[in-house]
């Protein structure tokens, strides 16, 4: 199991556009990956779950990911959040 | 006469025909179906082919509306794949209902969860669920799409917009658009923004058939919708839309313009901006610049300091927005009035006068480095200026400026890129404008702040309405002050600037100009009405 925590940086959060891109971002891996905010969590394969989960500015979340593939998609996706959110 | 009310979500006038864009009621009923292996079949294949229609309107959105708009299909498409989604209505068919009803109870879940949320922009994600739901299920039906057919251009009264029906309407055939539901961030108000259309939503009125080519007003600047209108009424309206015309005329001409007087003498006009989108107001009213970005924002409304790379994010977006004109960023001017509990501020007699922006910033550093840090990272991404409010001595400024250095090295150490910005004052106390001639040695320009200068100069609280008389804008001794900055200011060599309400106060103008300012930073909405007087001028 890896996982990260990142605080969202984009002044509008995590809305439809960004969470599309991660979700197919996810798509590219086998894991499991789950996002957890405001203690929810939505994984991160399913849009309208992490549209659900209401990520604003400023909100802390954790990314785990565990599965086959963890460490390339831990790679992956930590650098899409640093790019993208 | 029939009037109604309603929050407008854009300005301006239209009359004109009503067009009752009413959609066909898809009778949906929870009959079973028998072979629900086949019925799931069909329910992939319909969605299959409005994924399709979603890839082809993407297309034709991109070439009409550009990126931003378009962006909506690409959502609708992913929308269409979500997991969530797809197994609860194939659940339902399988449970042996037809696919309409599947969809629709599909859809109605989701967009209930949606609907149910506390921000207003994931409220609005609703309509898109219904939407992807409303496709698929037209395809089912064998529906067509829906479409306008009018030959003159009329205002659309509607429930609701949905954002396909929004980005595939004819714009030439459209005054206006007046609809029961929606919000200010609905797509029929984002897309009546975009067009510069007269729109109102929130309107209680009842959709009924006669109401369909009937003589209508929306007054967008009221916020009314009036149907049938009296003569007298009419005969108001139109002269109020002639004015609003002709302005927006004359202004949209001054686009493109330089801030030029008829001798040949120029001055920048660049535009003040309170958070991120309102750079997108100030590229679309042709601002030079932006003068003043206030970075208050990041600070009100939440329970934490915002981080270095939280600041330094928003700071980039507007750089980048701008394309490489002058963005002056303003450090944070919290306390006294504008409160924000976690800087744990102790309440004061005298908040004006009290423990405020940069007071709190050479006295918490640790606030201040973290705001310097995010603006020199940012500043490899365009051309900043940082500037200081509430500087009263010189020292003060020497001492920011040991604290830049520091930052930089710090940043250096750390190996993260930093840019290089022009740093300058605001000149909002008396004291400041006193010492201008010291103070312009320090920095690389001044930038008049005169609302804050014109209640220090005169005593006068600005909020107090019992002190409007007293509050003389044009007060002989403020405008003393700003003069002897200008030139103290110029016999420095560096540039000055007004950021202040008074710049945009156009009987003031060409005194500006005959002084030397050099340039005048106003609301977004002001720059093209101040470039208009600056041409005005022999």
Redesign the interface.
Known sequence: MRDFTYVIKDPVGLHARPAGLLVKKAGEFASRITIESGGKSAEAKKLIMLMGLGIKQGAEVVCRIEGEDEDAAHEALAKFFEENL | MYKYVGKSVMRGIAIGRVYLYKKSDIQVTDQKVTDAAAEKERFLEAVDRAKAQLTRLYDEALQNVGEDHA?IF??HK??L?????LETAAGEIESGYNAVYAVNQAGTQ?AE??AS???E??RG?AA??RDISQRVIRILLDLPEEEINSDEPVVIVAEDLTPSETVKLDKKKILGFVTVKGSANSHTAILARSMNLPALVNVDIELSDELHGKTCVVDGFEGEFVVEPEEEILSQKVVRKNQWVADLEALEKLKGQDNITKSGKRIDIFANIG???DADAACEADAGGIGLFRSEFLYLG?E?F??E??Q???YK?VLEKMEGKKVVIRTMDIGADKKVDYFGLEPEENPALGYRAIRICLDREEIFITQLKALYRAAVHGKLAIMFPMIVSVDEVQRIKYIVEMVKEELASEGKPAGEAELGIMIETPAAAVISDRLAKEVDFFSIGTNDLTQYTLAVDRQNQKLEGICDTHHEALLRLIEMTVKNAHEAGIWVGICGELGADTELTEWFLKIGVDELSVAASAVLKVRGAVRALP
């Open positions: 962006a690409d959502v992913m929308l794949e979500d997991e969530d989604y989701f969860l949606f949320m506390d921000d922009y994931m994600r898109d669920i958070n991120v989108e939440r934490t915002p981080s790379d939280e330094y994010a928003s977006a």
